[in-house]
């Protein structure tokens, strides 16, 4: 079983939308998928249990019901994290993945949040010698922006690779009321949103995006 974790320390940044959109989009690929919600709001949990039956399950798995363990047979754990995170539960979360993703908005505020995150987080163990590999994204963007320039050329100043850039859609928002991703949304209202995270999921699926952690 590979374990996905979508981090970072500050609120609102779209982690729950990240984290339920990448276990749709694995769903949709033929994997069994659970998402572990840990964040105290339980938005995730609220997805899960919003999610039609016509549509490839998810299983939902909260931390209010203890450690949050994947059934047998499961192929990814997605784990959405709250905010906050810091110290011995962001390490034991590290420890526990081989994929860390960290969206990021294009806000001064939120620029300087992740660079200090970022910074503490290069710093773990794990990270440092690679049992987790790190993907950067760009999320909620509107492309032409000055601020959009700025934060593309913070992303790619790590060196962890800027994986993708997802943007500012109302798709999100209508899809996350109804227990769905862009993945699950015809081609025809959500073509531009399955571009870029093919962009996402490329870098998933391949090798770099693995630690030796798993």
Same mark, same amino acid.
């Given at each position: ?48 249990? %919003? ?13 209010? +019901? ?43 505020? +939120?620029?300087?949040? =992740? ?48 994986? %993708? ?9 209508? =899809? ?16 531009? +949103? ?21």
């Amino acid at each position: 079983m590979r374990t996905i974790s979508v981090l970072n320390a500050k609120g609102g940044c779209g982690k729950s939308t990240l984290a339920t959109g990448l276990a749709a989009a694995l769903a949709w690929e033929g994997y069994q998928v659970a998402l572990g919600d840990l964040d105290p709001q339980k938005s995730s949990s609220d997805w899960v249990a %919003a999610r039609p039956e016509e549509y490839p399950p998810v299983t939902g798995l909260s931390a209010d +019901d203890g450690p949050v363990r994947a059934p047998a047979g499961t192929d990814f754990l997605i784990l959405d994290t709250p905010a906050g995170l810091s110290g011995s539960e962001l390490g034991q979360v590290v420890r526990r993945s081989g994929t860390l993703i960290i969206p990021v908005l294009p806000s001064y505020v +939120d620029i300087r949040a =992740a660079h200090r995150f970022l910074g503490h987080l290069f710093e773990l163990k794990a990270v440092a010698e690679g049992h987790a590999k790190v993907g950067l994204v760009a999320n909620r963007v509107k492309p032409h922006t000055i601020v959009y320039r700025e934060l593309t050329g913070f992303l790619e100043s790590f060196r962890a690779p800027f994986v %993708a850039h997802l943007r500012d859609s109302m798709n999100y928002v209508r =899809a996350f009321n109804r227990g769905l991703s862009p993945s699950d949304l015809p081609a025809w209202r959500a073509w531009p +949103d399955w571009e870029e995270w093919e962009e996402l999921m490329s870098w998933v699926r391949s090798r770099r995006s693995v630690g030796k952690g798993g």
